[in-house]
């Protein structure tokens, strides 16, 4: 094991046992009245800097592993659609060249009269539709706009779906 991976792996663990603990962290303005904010405070203005309550800002343990559940069944979602997606061009393939098609999916949207179970069945397959054109930073690029309708999540209407 290289010196330079040991050191990375000594610095992570640094970080990570760190990051797990709230944060001592501080805010000032300078003398151009710009405000600053940092765990580091320079000489001058350490006099006028207010220490800041950084554990406002954490998110509590149960609401972080609900995200990263609902993160990780997201991303299964879109890693089957995306297998179910290429076997189905695999058994079809295109009679054209990547010609786009006329209609856009899902084919319609919601509306207040939907039911719970539709409104669920077309925000599944808009994911489908828009998971090969998410980035690996999580960006939608801008030609999934023209095959997919983006269907807003049923969850603040139907509630969570329940396994």
């Not at 000594?10 to 709230?22: E, K």
């Not at 890693?79 to 695999?90: I, L, M, V």
């Not at 539709?118 to 706009?145: D, H, I, Q, V």
Request: net charge positive; aromatic share 6%.
């Amino acid at each position: 094991m290289s010196l330079a991976f040991r050191g990375f792996l000594g610095g992570s663990a640094l970080l990570f046992a760190l990051s797990a603990q709230a944060a001592v962290i501080y805010r000032w303005v300078d003398e151009d009245g710009r405000t600053h904010v940092s765990d580091v405070v320079p000489e001058k203005y350490r006099k006028s800097a207010t220490r800041i309550d950084s554990s406002r800002s954490e998110i509590p343990t149960e609401q972080r592993k609900q995200a990263e559940q609902a993160a990780a069944k997201n991303k299964a979602l879109a890693e089957e659609a995306a297998s179910r997606r290429q076997r189905t061009q695999a058994i079809q393939p295109s009679t054209a060249p990547s010609q786009p098609s006329a209609a856009k999916r899902p084919a319609r949207g919601v509306t207040d009269a939907t039911d719970c179970e539709t409104w669920r069945s077309l925000y599944r397959e808009s994911m489908e539709c828009f998971a090969p054109f998410r980035t690996t930073n999580g960006a939608t690029k801008a030609e999934a706009f023209e095959k997919c309708n983006p269907i807003p999540s049923p969850e603040l209407k139907c509630g969570p779906v329940t396994d």
